[in-house]
């Protein structure tokens, strides 16, 4: 690595958005180096990663395939650790890196929280972070100086909007949503939903979590949560439009009426590609967007009614407490058990809403309550998949 590189940590390496990151740091070699890599189960491709970019460290979550990542590795000079924990090592492993949080679900609280204790930046992929415990990782970059750098496109778009505007001229943000694969199915088609169905986006390659997120539209009650605690906007303030297109990423409105749009491929590098490069622009081969080439862009309301867990992320977010940690925690075991076929595409929303009924009364006031309310809350969601 050249003094003038900055070294990147990506947690979640062989992920969609950690797959992505590599591209970008391999398009620019002379600024970047992927010096930490991780994973949670898929060794194979873990190894090659580490082989082409050699990395100082590579991580695997699961123990039971660290033995083959090692023997893979073994005269490489790369080291190698495995564990939850040791992935929170090394997301604090080096000083002056740049985090990408790439985890997919609860997972990647720790090992953030940990990137943000020694005051790093952190280009943040990882939704959830934030869902499950928004006020204790604003108030640890508070209080530590870390950075947090929105990767979500939407989140990305509109933090590019805010650039040199004052928050107190913010009238609201709009989230723009593709409206995922169902957007046009009839309400009473949606019980007979099958996952190979609903992994089928439109517009986007996803993983299968936030693929079945996304049909369900919870990805973007996910959203909202998240763009309420990265922009201090309260969530009566965040609307969702469905945009088909998904070439406006999202817009920000200001007090004169003004609104300001970021306009794009639906091409998950280039939000990536800002983030590691803030506050500068980095150069892009990337397709360009042609206006002319799509003519119309539209946008609709969503329906609440047919994707009721967009409604209940509004539900928990003004609830407060423990509530979105709930949700969260509920909502991955229904999206597990949709895709294991063990409930189908409409029960999730019960699971979810029944899970936050019954635990309503836990706090969040400390990582550790965090922790508890997540593992009622899993424990709960898993007992009514079993019902």
């Known amino acids: 690595?050249?003094?003038?590189?900055?070294?990147?940590?990506?947690?979640?390496?062989?992920?969609?958005?950690?797959?992505?990151?590599?591209?970008?740091?391999?398009?620019?070699?002379?600024?970047?180096?992927?010096?930490?890599?991780?994973a949670?189960?898929?060794?194979?491709?873990?190894?090659?990663?580490a082989l082409r970019h050699r990395p100082r460290l590579v991580v695997i979550a699961d123990n039971s395939v660290y033995p083959q990542l090692k023997d893979a590795?073994?005269?490489?000079?790369?080291?190698?650790?495995?564990?939850?924990?040791?992935?929170?090592?090394?997301?604090?492993?080096?000083?002056?890196?740049?985090?990408?949080?790439?985890?997919?679900g609860y997972s990647g609280l720790e090992p953030t929280l940990r990137a943000l204790e020694m005051g790093k930046t952190v280009a943040l992929?990882?939704?959830?972070?934030?869902?499950?415990?928004?006020?204790?990782?604003?108030?640890?970059?508070?209080?530590?100086?870390?950075?947090?750098?929105?990767?979500?496109?939407?989140?990305?778009?509109?933090?590019?909007?805010?650039?040199g505007e004052s928050h107190d001229k913010i009238r609201k943000i709009i989230l723009t949503a593709s409206g995922g694969p169902f957007r046009t199915t009839q309400a009473d088609m949606m019980d007979s939903i099958t996952p190979e169905q609903a992994l089928k986006h439109p517009n986007w390659d996803m993983g299968a979590k936030v693929t079945i997120d996304s049909a369900?539209?919870?990805?973007?009650?996910?959203?909202?949560?998240?763009?309420?605690?990265?922009?201090?906007?309260?969530?009566?303030?965040?609307?969702?439009?469905?945009?088909?297109?998904?070439?406006?990423?999202?817009?920000?409105?200001?007090i004169d009426g003004s609104v300001k749009a970021q306009l794009g491929l639906p091409d998950m590098r280039m939000p990536i590609r800002y983030a590691?490069?803030?506050?500068?622009?980095?150069?892009?081969?990337?397709e360009r967007l042609s206006l002319t080439a799509y003519g119309t862009l539209t946008f609709e309301e969503p329906d609440f009614n047919k994707f009721p867990l967009l409604g209940i992320a509004y539900q928990a977010i003004a609830t407060g407490a423990a509530a979105p940690t709930v949700m969260n925690a509920a909502n991955e075991v229904a999206v597990r058990a949709f895709l294991n076929r063990q409930i189908r595409f409409t029960d999730m929303p019960r699971v979810v809403r029944e899970t936050m009924?019954?635990?309503?009364?836990?706090?969040?006031?400390?990582?550790?309550?965090?922790?508890?309310a997540h593992e009622l809350a899993t424990r709960a969601a898993s007992e009514l998949i079993t019902l």
């Open 73 to 104: 590795l073994a005269g490489s000079g790369i080291e190698t650790a495995s564990g939850p924990e040791a992935i929170a090592d090394a997301a604090g492993l080096l000083s002056d890196d740049i985090v990408v949080g790439a985890m997919v």
């Open 276 to 286: 590691l490069g803030y506050p500068e622009r980095l150069p892009s081969r990337a």
């Open 40 to 49: 949670g189960r898929n060794w194979e491709l873990l190894a090659r990663q």
């Open 216 to 254: 369900s539209m919870m990805n973007k009650g996910l959203e909202m949560i998240e763009a309420r605690w990265l922009f201090d906007v309260a969530p009566e303030d965040i609307e969702i439009l469905v945009h088909p297109q998904s070439v406006v990423h999202s817009m920000v409105e200001y």
């Open 125 to 163: 992929a990882n939704k959830e972070t934030l869902v499950a415990a928004g006020r204790i990782v604003t108030d640890t970059c508070r209080r530590t100086g870390a950075r947090l750098l929105p990767v979500d496109s939407e989140h990305s778009a509109i933090f590019q909007c805010l650039q």
């Open 357 to 372: 009924d019954k635990l309503s009364h836990l706090t969040a006031d400390s990582a550790s309550d965090i922790r508890t």
């Open 1 to 38: 690595m050249s003094n003038s590189e900055t070294e990147i940590t990506i947690l979640g390496s062989t992920g969609s958005i950690g797959t992505q990151t590599l591209d970008v740091i391999e398009s620019h070699p002379d600024r970047f180096h992927a010096a930490v890599l991780t």
